[in-house]
């Protein structure tokens, strides 16, 4: 069983910047895709940011320009970058992952909370 776990996450101002990481219990290589998604309380989970495996990124519009995700193979870890973060990025942020095959298992992390003040 994959295990998921997400890091990161915290407290930070209007501005700021944090990353978040995403380490996998085996090789990312096995999964088709990889993300992050988000959810604020009242709200529903929204995808943030995508990676397919043969690079192509999907990012939510209003992130665009101040988030980015990126993947190292060696550690088996996805990043979110998030820059000039706003109070409305408040939210738990949850690491997503689908394997290859027809199965297309799916994995989620239990998620990292950040919050940004204003």
């Known amino acids: 069983q994959v295990q998921l776990v997400e890091s990161g996450g915290g407290l930070v101002q209007a501005g700021g910047s944090l990353r978040l990481s995403c380490a996998a219990s085996g090789s990312i290589l096995s999964f088709n895709t990889m993300g992050w998604y988000r959810q604020a309380p009242g709200n529903e989970r929204e995808l943030v940011a995508r990676?397919?495996?043969?690079?192509?990124?999907i990012l939510l519009d209003s992130v665009k320009g101040r988030f980015t995700i990126s993947r190292d193979n060696a550690k088996n870890t996805v990043y979110l970058q998030m820059n000039s973060l706003k109070p409305e990025d408040t939210a738990v942020y949850y690491c997503?992952?689908?394997?290859?095959?027809?199965?297309?298992?799916?994995?989620w992390g239990q998620g990292t909370q950040v919050t940004v003040s204003s």
């Open positions: 997503h992952a689908k394997e290859f095959g027809p199965r297309q298992n799916e994995y």
């Open positions: 990676m397919f495996s043969g690079g192509t990124i």
